[in-house]
């Protein structure tokens, strides 16, 4: 089974900061990487699918970027409304882990 | 719009059995493979398995193999999961979510909609 190693786990940012969460997969998912944010008490939301698609809604501050087994989601000047969870998840066969999520906080 | 409506939050005791629905709006239910995810702050979000609405056929994460039932009702377009023999261990959301499979541009996999998640409680 491939394992997915996201870090870090928790990230304090203020608003209009720029950073960088990155997932390690225990071998090579060719590109088959998403990316989801989630909200507190609320269902994960898809961001990036392939490593680098935009999904439909999603604003260009975000990007991803990687390949093999190394992956990382990116978001520009930070907005109010980011600030929350973050999980990828492979697709490269069953099953399909996640990785263990970060924490995005105001700082 | 696609939805996909979960059943109530529930408690239950030790060693009982759960069935979970997600019923599907919007779409054709058996175009799209309906996998079922578990949360806690422990572990995560965890891949239970996958059920193919149109063939009934499934696939399981080992850890659940023997904890979880995957079916479809194709005529009411609903999802269940069956969660048996529950333990402590066992009290989490559970989410349905449709995969996408496309191969318009490139091949791509990805969870598109999911559910608004049914808090499983087991206690005595």
């Known amino acids: 089974d491939i394992q997915m190693t996201q870090s870090p786990a928790s990230l304090s940012a203020s608003v209009g900061e720029t950073v960088t969460i990155t997932c390690r997969a225990s071998?090579?998912?060719?590109?088959?990487l998403a990316w989801y944010q989630q909200k507190q008490g609320k269902s994960p939301q898809l961001l990036v699918y392939n490593a680098k698609t935009l999904a439909d809604g999603v604003p260009s501050r975000f990007s991803g970027s990687g390949s093999g087994t190394q992956y990382s989601l990116k978001i520009n000047s930070l907005q109010p409304e980011d600030f929350g969870s973050y999980f990828c998840?492979?697709?490269?066969?069953?099953?399909?882990?996640f990785g263990g999520g970060t924490k995005l906080e105001i700082k | 719009q696609v939805q996909l409506q979960q059943s109530g939050a529930d408690l239950v005791r030790p060693g009982a059995s759960v069935n979970l629905s997600c019923k599907a709006l919007?779409?054709?239910?058996?175009?799209?493979?309906m996998h079922w995810v578990k949360q806690t702050p422990v572990h995560g979000l965890e891949w239970i398995g996958v059920i193919h609405p149109g063939s009934g056929g499934t696939a399981y994460n080992q850890k659940f193999r023997g904890k979880a039932t995957l079916t479809a009702n194709k005529s009411s377009s609903t999802a269940y999961m069956e969660f048996s023999s529950l333990t402590s261990e066992d009290s989490a959301v559970y989410y349905c979510?449709?995969?996408?499979?496309?191969?318009?541009?490139?091949?791509?996999?990805?969870?598109?909609?999911w559910g608004q998640g049914t808090t499983l409680t087991v206690s005595s």
């Open positions: 998840q492979h697709f490269w066969g069953t099953p399909y882990t």
């Open positions: 919007g779409y054709k239910f058996i175009d799209y493979e």
């Open positions: 979510t449709r995969e996408v499979i496309s191969t318009v541009v490139a091949t791509s996999y990805y969870f598109d909609f």
């Open positions: 071998g090579n998912i060719h590109n088959y």
